[in-house]
């Protein structure tokens, strides 16, 4: 098999702690952890397979919604 690359952003959340999210682009994976400042423990907060998520068309979009630009779009033609 290939070689995966996994993707990690961080940044300081309430509390001083460190959020540290890893996505995995080949298993379309998305995982949130928290770091303790002053323990240093890592607690999981959540993990989701995203794959799914991406296939959507919209989710809480505003408008103009991705069907009304294609709507749009064809009645121009």
Known sequence: GGVSSLIALTHTAAGNRQQVTIIDPVKRVM????????????????????????????????????????????QSR
Request: charged letters at 30%; glycine letters at 4%.
């Open 31 to 74: 995982a949130v952890y928290h770091i303790e400042p002053e323990e240093g423990t890592i607690e999981l907060k959540s993990e989701r397979k995203i794959q799914w998520d991406l296939e959507m068309i919209q989710f809480n979009g505003t408008s103009p919604l991705p069907a009304d630009i294609r709507k749009l779009l064809e």
